[in-house]
């Protein structure tokens, strides 16, 4: 197989991995309620949101962590939405001193609050450093937002919300996290600051 061939091939299944989502009614409903939910959290006096992930679910929390912080289409004043792994010391000392499947259930622990939203990234569904966070946020009182893959995995059944992108191919369930997420941004920004 040539290289155009196999780039046409990996264009297609992302095309077809988004028109199954356009088609899913559910999952757009699901938008607009995390959207409409978030944006009453920013809008209130300390309400925040948390991301975590793993690999490059860690760098999609951390990017649309920052969309919300710095911003998207406007220029307004910042949201507070934090990656949870950007502290490498904490990362390190906690995956040493208690296990690495702890180190996202202890930042929730320590930065959420009840009223507080907490996105969890896991192409799987089933990785458990994520699955403890979600426990822990629920345990708080927090909104949990999964985004998985094909089935959701076993996060699914924690979550408040999951988009279960319908695929099993890591690199096409992550574009589709970052575009649902995108979707997000926008529609909260423009509810929390004006269209």
Known sequence: MNHLTRFRQIIEASIATKQAILQDDAMLKN?????????????STHGKALFCGNGGSAADAQHLSAEFTGRFYKNRPALFAEALHVNTSYMTAVANDYSY????????QGMGRAGDMLWAFSTSGN??????????AREIGMTVVGFGG?????MKEFCHYCFSV????TPRIQESHIMLGHIICETVEN???GQ
């Open 127 to 136: 990785s458990p450093n994520i699955l403890k966070a979600i426990h822990k």
């Open 166 to 169: 319908p695929s099993s191919d």
């Open 191 to 193: 509810l929390v600051f």
């Open 150 to 154: 094909q089935n959701g995995g076993k």
């Open 31 to 43: 938008l607009e309620a995390v959207s409409l939910e978030l944006a009453k959290i920013f809008a």
């Open 101 to 108: 499947d702890e180190v996202y259930a202890r930042a929730v």
